[in-house]
Each structure stands twice: as structure tokens, then as C-alpha cells.
């Protein structure tokens, strides 16, 4: 029901799964976001004085410390192996750069003629190439060779691009950004799980694995992920059908050194056969956690009926058995030989981001790559050219529709066209002209008029999505999916046939001209005035782009820029050539829900799927192919939403003062007894662009009885609001509405030309939205129940959050007392919280923030639009605010429970240990957690593979530090995953001790780095501003205070709050442990519940804080929750 966002600067310890924040949103998916007290780090302004501290210490680390991080050994000695690499300074630089000049033979075109450059290792040079355009585009320096041409960028972009091919083949971007907060890179091999040979399913993906456990230059297992944790960063991979891509990000300074062991992974890995061993474990323990992921499941089912033959119907992913498969004891030599045959220069692109100049980043990039082989391997997907992967599924002549279980509430229909490329001119084609932008956008509108609005209003769906599924060297799969009611599950024929009515119309009417300049004109605003995106998120796009054939000119454009075909086609006749494909006869038909597993008579083989094939009558074929016309479906109409004014209201600060502009926090421009605003007007972006916040907290005194009322009524107000303002979203004004356990909270941003006035628009219809009709009662109550149903398949892990945070947060809503009161809420319960919002006799206490591109006459306008709900004044003392418990010191606090589905193979322990309230705790534990993550990973995850999931992370709940220690296993149980957490803090402890100042110096200045980071975007700033003011705290120089404490801290500091606070036998510390055994383990959960103690006497109010009263939810033994009674 709400999903908490674990607030961490730390980097999540696990090699495998993306985890990002959204991964850790914990609970039954009710979207009711709970107020916490989380970590308020984001980007705090970046003073002269610790400015010029962190640089200085980062000065001496460049040219006098180890780059080496610190990676005890988890052996009895706890000591760790010295650095192999040295750190490649400033001279070392300067040398390099110049060989990598002399060993090219540097020319270039000037005037017709060759002439020889002179090299200068500075910013200058970085333009040099730009100054003098070659009379070709690519300019010949001996075997390396360099993109000369004009790699069009937005004008927002100060970034400085370079694009060259290595000797090798190997094709790189080069990023320099003088500003850079973080350096990162990216690989891509053009070789996925399409490669796997068909007796070895998964050896692509184990590949990946195998890279990180060692190379000849560097030995030592996972030594890149402790250089990367030492310095700031971090690291993972992944693998999709065609390409494998590894990626990192890591401080500044470190980028060169990290460079030199990011490559080694690609030219001498070891795949020793201990290793090979062992994460073969872990193969088998990431295919456990996806067992019961529906969408694991579900794409692994479509590829189940392409075609015979082709790679899309490989198990990518694999596992034990399928890695074990070829008959030896672990699959060494298959991956020696998988190595040898894919990963080829040829076939990889690099992109690299730094602080360097154009230049030195060449050096380091030739220096360090160019002697990985090139075999000359081709393209292997061109072998599948021309076949088409998902022919029409037939049988005895008929089309079947495929109807599948899904393990939660899902229900959906999707129509799917496969789009062949028959030769390479074809798909460069699709990838410049991006056709299916202007398919998906009439198919996919969710307006008046609309196919999604025509079928809501029949009862049949209540959401519809339309785009690109998959996209390769060779098709695109161009899809339309809805979301089902249960009315649409029994007209499943008649939604088709309302689809291919749409499509009919458009053929016949064609898309309007202003359809096209629409979909080209937002694209362009967004390219001119976009923000920029972190290091890493550019590095993982450019190297897709190149591996998807971007020409070098475009690789900064194309993306955003939809183009012209050229030769003399429009692109209305590229539209309606891809609208011609979408023929009933060429699709395929997929819907999902647990009611058919009456009928499901067939499994998939890997997961388990269940599954049946319904025929398509050729009734119902000739109704699809022939449609009665739909009179009522209406194209988009022209959209009043596109911004036309992009002028900045305020003048920008000088470049030598932009961090000071960035310090200067939000002025208090009004502070009532219903409102309290704040206003920072931009002078640092310099974007047309602004934000919006407002949270209205509600009284305490109705927090339980607002549970599903609230829920629903935001369900329904949303249904109505997307059709209203669904032109809106598409101009770039969004809105985000949630009910939270405190509150309401609202979000606008957008393009300011229109901004102020929809904001007024939204808050006016939420003033008199009256409540749901029946049927939007009906569609909201059908997805608060699938939402509770689908709670008890979640990821043990995320269960076990659940659980501790029952326990130790107050209030919140247990999924019992949530469906208790889903049985009884009736639409009038919904009207009455609604009718709060237009009522003065309501009592509200909100806070906002107005933020970018305003001037003081947007201000006074949107203050007038707050007054647009009437509510009176709440005390502060009666707000509903979540406080933490204290949980008893010097024992355990141990919460058990079974968990609920009993597919589930896997189960999770999370380890929380708190401290007391002092703003100090929380630097020392952040600090702690960057030690402490590298080394637990290796030994859980690598070194014993007691897990696939395993992560450490530091948080915060206001004063209170959390450091949490987190283990999802298939092959161990929570009491023994818990003796293998005691027992590594106990090694841990001692490598503490031993650890050399210089190392710790190492990680104190990376989390420096990562506390004063500066804002690199208008929401990076607002949300920092915005979490103080959330908070009550205001704390504006958070940031300098914790970060002049960093540099204090020394070891014995550090070891002093490890034995007050995580130390095993302590009168101080308060643990928490979070246990769930997958079914079927009653032994061993009743030897860890006897150890437990009972919760309700444990638990006591906490002096707090914030205030002195305190909520409490106790949690019993068998993981059932009471609900809060205030």
C-alpha cells in the first residue's frame, strides 16, 4: 500500500539486479507515499572554505596517496593486499598523451593540405579539431582515426564532445565537462544472450559475471568495485539480447587510474575455475530471484513463440542446469572460447565523461584500450536478417491469442506488429526518422476522443500504453497495451476491434500537419532546454546509440531530434508505410490475468508460466480486418499547452559566483497560519523552466480513518484529471498528486510560459471534484484490491522492509487493517474526504516551494492559486507526523514471520542497527557504511554465495542514523544468513583496527565529495531545498557543517560508534532484525522466533525527536500488525 524510498548517499553493494530507488519502494503497491525523515544530503551549497578543502585533499591524493582503495582481507590477519596499480599523475599524463601523439603520426586537413599538429596536453587543444573543419569528415592520424566534423549538441550543452576510432576498431565518445560532480564510463559489446550457443542458455550473462572476479593486471577478486567504493563510486552490468554493458562512476580524480582496470576487464580476465565455480552459484541464485517476477516471466513467454530458429526465443538469463548443460563441472573453456569470439574491439564502444580535456581523456582512452584484440568479428545478429522473429501465431489456420497467468493482479491486453528491417538503410531510417513517435502518440492519447477514453467509458480498461517494445539490428516491435477491467476481460474482441477502428480512421483521415510539427517542435524544445543528465546516464545512453548505428554528428541529437528521411521522402509517407503494417493478420495477441488459470493447460519452460491459446474466429477476424466506423474517435486537436515563450525572468549570476547563487537557500516570502511559501528564483540554470511544491499536512486525529478513503479518492481524481490534462503532459507540465500517511502532497513542473496557470487549473478542479461516480468508484476499488493482492508477491526482501518498518515507524498502515477497511469504505466515505479540499471548515497546515524560472508576479499568482482551497488553519502540534520508535538498547529486537507466497524459494534477512539522536551519528554511520559495503559484499555474495541480493546502506530518520545490512537468499535461512552477518562484523572490527590512516583518508574524502556535490540541475536544487523545508528543519548549511565533520572523524571515533551502536555485546545498541523464511522452513523459523522477544514489551515511546507523544505499532511473532490507534 505505500512505497518508502530508503534515503542513502551509499551505493548499493550488489553486482546484478538494477536496484535503484524505485527498486527499494517497499509494500503493497497502494502508491500512498509515507512522509519519513530522510537523509537530507542532496547537493547542499558548496562553501569557499570546504570547497577548498576537499580540493586540496584531493590534490595530495592525486599526486602523493595510493589510489588503491581500502579491501581488507576477510582473512584472521585482516590484512589487505596492497595497490597493484600505480596512480597515473600528472606527468605520467603529460607523457602518455604525448606518445599516444608520437605512435599516431597526428594529421589533419588544413587548407587542401596535410600538415602535422603540434600537441599541448590543455583545454585548448580539446577545441582544436572543431577549429580547423577537415575537408572529410573523419580525419586519418595513422591508424587511429578522429571524427572532424560538427557533433551537433544542444545550446544548453556546455559539454565538449569527441568521437574517434581507436587502432583497434574500438569506437569511442569522449565527454569533457570541466564541471563534472562525477566521471563515469561505459562499454557496450555488440554480444548478448542472441549469442549463447543453444546447449549453453545463459553463458552470455555469466560471461558478464566472470569479468569482474579478476585479470591478470589486477588479481584480486572484485578489486574494482573496492577502488570504485574507496573513490566515491560505483559499478555494475547487464546483458540483453544483442550487447553487453558495463559501466562505473567514480570521483574526479580517480578517472584515469580507473580507466586502466576498467579495460583490463576486457583484454586478460582470469576466469579462474574456483571463481567459475562459485558464481555459477550465483547465476543460479539471480534466476531464483526472478521466478516469481512477472516480468521475467512474461518476456520470457513472448520469446517462447518466436520463431524456430531465431535467438529470440533464448533463455538470456540462464541458470545451474543450462550452464552445466555442455557436461562439464563448470563451463571454463566455454567461456574462454565465448570471450575470445565476442569480445572484440571491433564489435565495443566506449564512451568516457570526465573533467579532463578533450585531449588528455584521448590519451587515457588510447593508452588504455587500444590493445584489447580485434579479431575481426562480425556483427552476429546480421545472420538473422530479414527473418521475421514473431511470425503470426497460428494453428490449424486460425490466429490464437495467447492468454498467460501472471503471478500478481495483472490483467492487460497487447497487441504487438513486428517492423522488419530488410537492409541496414532501412533501420538507419527508422532510427533517424523515429516513425513510431507519431503512431504511439495518436494510439497511445489518453484525451477526449481518444481510443482510451471511448473504452473507459464502456468499462473496459483504465490505462492504455503505446511505443516500442523490443528494438534491434534487425525489427522493432511496435506495441499497444491496455489495462483491463473485469468487463474488458469478457470484450477482449471488441477492445481489438475499437484498436483497428482507430487505425482505420487514421489510415483513411491521415495524421494532421500539426500532429507532426507538435511531435517536432516538443522534441526540439526539449533538446534545447534540456537539463543535464549525470555522467553515467549520458556514458549508458551514448554507447547504446553508437552500438544502434547514431552517426557520430548526431550521437548528442538524435536521440531527442526526429529527422527528415531525406531522398526526397516526407516523413508522412515513412508514417503511413508503418501504418500499413498494422494489420490484424501480422499480429500478436497477448492478454494476462489469474482467471485464466481455469484454462491454462500448457507451462513455459523456464519459469513455469501457465498458459493457454484461444482461437480467433474468423468472425472476428473479418470484424478487425473490416471495423464498423467509430464516430465517435477523434484525433488529438491542436494542443494549447505547447510553450511558446522560453524568455528567462532573471538575470543569471556571473560565472566566478554561480556556487554562491547555488548557496543562497529560499527566501520565506509568507508565512500565515494556513501557508508557509517560500521562493527562490533561478539564477544558475538558466532554464524556462520551474517547479511547484506544496504539501498540505492533514490532522492527526483522522490518520487511520483516511487510510483507503484517501487512496480511492486519488484513484478517481487522477482518472478524471489524465483526460483533462493529458496535452498538458505531453508540453512538458506534469503533475504528481499523492496521498501520503501525513498528508497531501502536489508537484508541478514545467516549462514556466504556461506553468502558473496550470497549476491554478489542477488546484480548481481538485477544489470541485465532488467525489467518484459509481463506475470510477468501481475502477478505483478493482485496483486498490489488485494492489492488496498482489502484496503478498512481492520480493522477500521487500517484506522483510515491511516488517521492520512496522516496527519501528508510527503510523503506518499494516496490509491487514488496509483490507479490513477495503471491505467496508463505501463511495460516500470517498465524496466525504474529497469534499475536505472545498470546505473552510476543513483544517489544513501546507508548506511550499516556488522555484526556477519566476519572477515576483508568478509568485503573488500562484499564492492567489493557493487560496483557491478554502481550508482553516491547523495547529502545528495537531499535524500528523511519522516518528520513530527507540527501540530497547542492548538486546535484539527480532522480527519473524513466514512469508506469504509459497512459490517463493528465496528468503531475506535485513539487519537494521540505530543509533541515538545526534546529528554527528549520522556522518560517522554514512562514513562506516562506505567501509563496510565493499567487503560485505565479497564475503556474502562472492566469496560464500550466500545470496544474490546483498546490499549495505546508511540512512537516516531525522537525528537517527540507520545502517542497514540486507541478505536475499534461495540457499540459506535467515538464522545462519544472521551467524554469517555476526560473524563478518566481528572480522570486520578487526580489519578497522588495522586499517592505515592513509585509506580511511581515501573514503573520507570520497564522502566529502559526494556531501558538497553540486547541484547539476533545477530538480537537484529544488528537492534539496525541499526536504529541509519538509521537515520543519530548515537547515540550509546542512551540508558545509556535516562535511567540515567528515574531516574530523578518525578512526577511533569510527570504531568508538561501531562498538556503541553495531558491536556485538554493547548495553548501547538497538538492533533490529527482520527475518522471513520462504515456506516450508518451520524448523528452522521456530529456532529463530524462540530467540526472539516479544515486541510489545520491548517497544517503548521514544523521548523523540520531534515531539514527546508517540504512535506505536506493535508486531507480533507471526508478522501480523495491529493498526494505530491515536
Known amino acids: ?151 551537433r549538441k544542444s545550446p544548453s550543452d556546455a559539454r565538449s564532445y569527441r568521437y574517434l576510432t581507436l587502432a583497434n576498431g574500438l569506437r569511442v565518445l569522449l565527454i569533457s565537462d570541466e564541471n563534472a560532480t562525477t566521471s563515469a564510463a561505459a562499454l557496450s559489446v555488440h554480444g548478448g544472450f542472441y549469442s549463447d550457443p543453444e546447449n549453453l542458455p545463459g553463458l552470455a550473462h555469466f560471461c558478464e559475471h566472470m569479468l569482474f572476479l579478476g585479470t591478470e593486471e589486477y588479481p584480486e577478486e572484485n578489486s574494482f568495485r573496492a577502488f570504485l567504493s574507496a573513490n566515491g563510486g560505483g559499478l555494475n552490468a547487464f546483458t540483453t539480447e544483442q550487447d553487453t554493458t558495463f559501466y562505473f562512476d567514480v570521483s574526479p580524480s580517480a578517472l584515469q587510474d580507473a580507466m586502466k582496470r576498467f579495460s583490463s576487464f576486457f583484454k586478460s580476465p582470469l576466469f579462474t575455475a574456483s571463481a567459475t565455480g562459485r558464481e555459477l552459484e550465483a547465476i543460479e541464485s539471480e534466476d531464483a530471484k526472478n521466478r516469481q517476477n512477472d516480468a521475467f516471466r512474461l518476456n520470457q513467454l513472448t520469446k ?286 497477448t492478454a494476462l490475468s489469474p482467471t485464466f488459470a481455469q484454462e491454462a493447460r500448457s507451462k513455459e519452460r523456464w519459469y513455469g508460466t501457465q498458459y493457454s491459446l484461444a482461437s480467433v474466429t474468423q468472425d472476428m477476424l473479418q470484424r478487425w480486418l473490416r471495423p464498423r466506423e467509430l464516430p465517435e474517435y477523434k484525433l488529438p486537436t491542436r494542443n494549447p499547452f505547447i510553450p511558446k515563450d522560453f524568455s528567462l525572468k532573471n538575470r543569471l549570476a556571473p560565472a566566478e559566483d554561480l556556487l554562491e547563487a547555488l548557496a543562497v537557500p529560499p527566501v520565506l516570502v509568507q508565512d500565515g497560519p494556513r501557508v508557509r511559501t517560500f521562493f527562490k528564483p533561478d539564477r544558475v540554470f538558466g532554464r524556462p523552466k520551474a517547479t511547484v511544491r506544496l504539501f498540505l499536512w492533514l490532522p492527526s486525529a483522522t490518520v487511520n480513518d483516511d487510510a483507503v478513503p484517501s487512496r480511492l479518492w486519488l484513484l478517481s481524481l487522477t482518472d478524471r484529471l489524465t483526460e483533462q490534462f493529458y496535452d498538458a503532459s505531453f508540453a512538458g507540465l506534469i503533475f504528481d498528486i499523492a496521498n501520503t500517511v501525513e498528508g497531501l502532497s502536489l508537484e508541478f513542473v514545467g516549462y514556466s510560459d504556461k506553468l502558473v496557470s496550470f497549476v491554478e487549473a489542477v488546484l480548481q478542479r481538485i477544489r470541485d471534484f465532488k467525489g467518484p461516480t459509481e463506475s470510477e468508484f468501481g475502477r478505483a476499488m478493482d485496483v486498490v484490491w489488485r494492489e492488496q493482492s498482489s502484496f503478498d508477491k512481492q520480493q522477500p526482501f521487500t517484506y522483510a522492509a515491511y516488517m521492520a518498518r512496522l516496527t519501528f515507524l508510527a503510523p503506518e498502515y499494516s496490509i491487514d487493517f488496509l483490507r479490513a477497511q477495503a471491505k467496508q469504505v463505501t463511495v460516500e466515505q470517498v465524496v466525504n474526504f474529497g469534499n475536505k479540499f472545498g470546505s473552510s471548515r476543513q483544517q489544513f497546515y501546507a508548506q511550499a516551494l516556488l522555484h526556477g524560472n519566476f519572477d515576483k508576479g508568478d509568485l503573488a499568482q500562484v499564492q492567489r492559486a493557493f487560496d483557491i482551497m478554502p481550508f482553516g488553519p491547523l495547529p502545528r502540534e495537531q499535524l500528523t507526523r511519522v516518528r520513530l520508535a527507540q527501540l530497547p538498547a542492548g538486546r535484539d529486537s527480532v522480527v519473524v514471520a513466514e512469508g506469504p507466497n509459497a512459490d517463493e524459494v528465496n528468503h531475506a534477512l535485513w539487519v537494521n542497527f540505530f543509533s541515538e539522536p545526534d546529528p554527528k551519528a549520522n556522518v560517522l554511520c554514512e562514513l562506516l557504511c562506505s567501509l563496510i559495503q565493499d567487503p560485505f559484499f565479497t564475503d556474502i555474495r562472492t566469496d560464500k554465495q550466500l545470496g544474490y541480493i546483498v546490499l549495505s546502506q546508511a540512512d537516516r530518520f531525522g537525528l537517527v542514523a540507520r545502517l542497514g545490512l540486507l541478505v536475499q537468499s534461495s540457499v540459506k535461512t535467515p538464522d545462519l544468513l544472521l551467524e554469517a552477518v555476526d560473524d563478518f562484523l566481528g572480522r570486520f572490527r578487526s580489519m578497522l583496527v588495522s586499517m592505515p590512516r592513509e585509506q580511511l583518508s581515501s573514503y573520507k574524502i570520497a564522502l566529502v565529495e559526494r556531501i558538497v556535490k553540486t547541484d547539476e540541475r533545477l530538480d537537484e536544487e529544488s528537492n534539496r531545498w525541499w526536504q529541509e523545508i519538509a521537515l520543519f528543519q530548515y537547515s540550509w548549511r546542512r551540508r558545509d557543517e556535516e562535511a567540515r565533520f567528515v574531516t574530523s572523524i578518525d578512526k577511533d571515533a569510527l570504531l568508538a560508534y561501531f562498538d556503541r551502536f553495531i ?40 523521548s523523540g525527536t520531534h515531539a514527546p507523544s508517540m504512535l506505536m505499532r506493535a508486531l507480533n511473532r507471526n508478522g501480523n500488525a495491529r493498526a494505530a490507534h491515536p
Request: net charge neutral; with cysteine.
Open 1 to 151: 500500500f505505500y512505497h518508502t524510498e530508503l534515503q542513502s548517499r551509499s551505493t548499493f553493494a550488489n553486482h546484478g539486479p538494477q536496484m535503484s530507488r524505485a527498486d527499494m519502494k517497499i509494500g503493497p503497491c497502494n502508491a500512498v507515499f509515507l512522509r519519513r525523515f530522510p537523509i537530507c544530503r542532496k547537493k547542499a551549497p558548496r562553501p569557499a572554505l570546504v570547497f577548498l578543502f576537499v580540493a586540496f585533499l584531493a590534490l595530495l591524493k592525486w599526486r602523493g596517496q595510493p589510489s588503491f582503495s581500502f579491501r581488507p582481507s576477510l582473512s584472521s590477519s585482516g590484512a589487505g593486499p596492497a595497490s597493484r596499480g600505480k596512480h597515473f599523475d600528472e606527468r605520467e599524463q603529460g607523457k602518455a598523451h604525448l606518445q599516444a601523439l608520437a605512435n599516431c603520426s597526428r594529421r589533419s586537413w588544413v587548407g587542401g593540405g596535410l600538415s602535422a599538429l603540434s600537441f599541448d596536453p590543455s583545454r585548448a587543444e580539446a577545441e582544436e579539431l572543431g577549429a580547423r573543419r577537415p575537408a572529410a569528415d573523419v580525419a586519418a592520424l595513422g591508424t587511429l582515426q578522429v571524427f572532424a566534423g560538427n557533433i
Open 304 to 589: 517462447n513463440f518466436a520463431a524456430e530458429g531465431h535467438p529470440q526465443r533464448h533463455f538470456g538469463t540462464g541458470n545451474r542446469e543450462t550452464l552445466l548443460s555442455g557436461g562439464s563441472a563448470a563451463p571454463r573453456d566455454e567461456l574462454l572460447e565465448f570471450f575470445a569470439k565476442h569480445y572484440d574491439a571491433g564489435l565495443m564502444a566506449l564512451c568516457v565523461t570526465g573533467r579532463e580535456s578533450l585531449g588528455t581523456l584521448q590519451a587515457c582512452a588510447v593508452e588504455t584500450f587500444s590493445d584489447i584484440a580485434n579479431r575481426g568479428a562480425e556483427n552476429p545478429s546480421l545472420a538473422w536478417r530479414g527473418m521475421n522473429p514473431f511470425p503470426p501465431l497460428t494453428r490449424n489456420g486460425d490466429l490464437q491469442l495467447i492468454k498467460a497467468v501472471p503471478v500478481t493482479e495483472k490483467r492487460s491486453l497487447t497487441v504487438s506488429w513486428p517492423i522488419l528491417f530488410e537492409s541496414e538503410e532501412a533501420r538507419i531510417l527508422w532510427v533517424e526518422s523515429k516513425p513510431y513517435i507519431y503512431v504511439a502518440y495518436v494510439l497511445g492519447h489518453e484525451g477526449p476522443g481518444s481510443v482510451y477514453s471511448i473504452l473507459k467509458r464502456r468499462g473496459m480498461i483504465d490505462g492504455v500504453l503505446a511505443g516500442i517494445s523490443r528494438d534491434d539490428d534487425n525489427f522493432a516491435m511496435l506495441r499497444v497495451s491496455f489495462g483491463l477491467t473485469t468487463e474488458g476481460l469478457g470484450h477482449l474482441d471488441e477492445i481489438v476491434e475499437t484498436l483497428y477502428a482507430a487505425i482505420q480512421s487514421i489510415r483513411q483521415k491521415g495524421i494532421p500537419d500539426y500532429i507532426f510539427e507538435e511531435c517536432r517542435d516538443m522534441r526540439e524544445v526539449r533538446w534545447r532546454f534540456q537539463s543535464k543528465e549525470p555522467s553515467l546516464d549520458i556514458a549508458l545512453a551514448m554507447v547504446e546509440l553508437i552500438q544502434r548505428g547514431y552517426g557520430p554528428d548526431s550521437l548528442a541529437s538524435g536521440r531527442f531530434l526526429l529527422a527528415d528521411p531525406g531522398e526526397g521522402r516526407s516523413i508522412r509517407a515513412v508514417v503511413d508505410a508503418l501504418i500499413a503494417q498494422l494489420t490484424p493478420q501480422r499480429s500478436q495477441y
Open 1063 to 1102: 558491536g556485538q555485546g554493547s548495553g548501547e545498541r538497538r538492533r533490529l532484525v527482520a527475518a522471513v523464511f520462504a515456506q516450508g522452513n518451520s524448523a528452522a523459523m521456530a529456532r529463530m522466533n524462540s530467540q526472539s522477544e516479544d515486541i510489545d514489551e520491548l517497544l517503548r515511546c521514544s
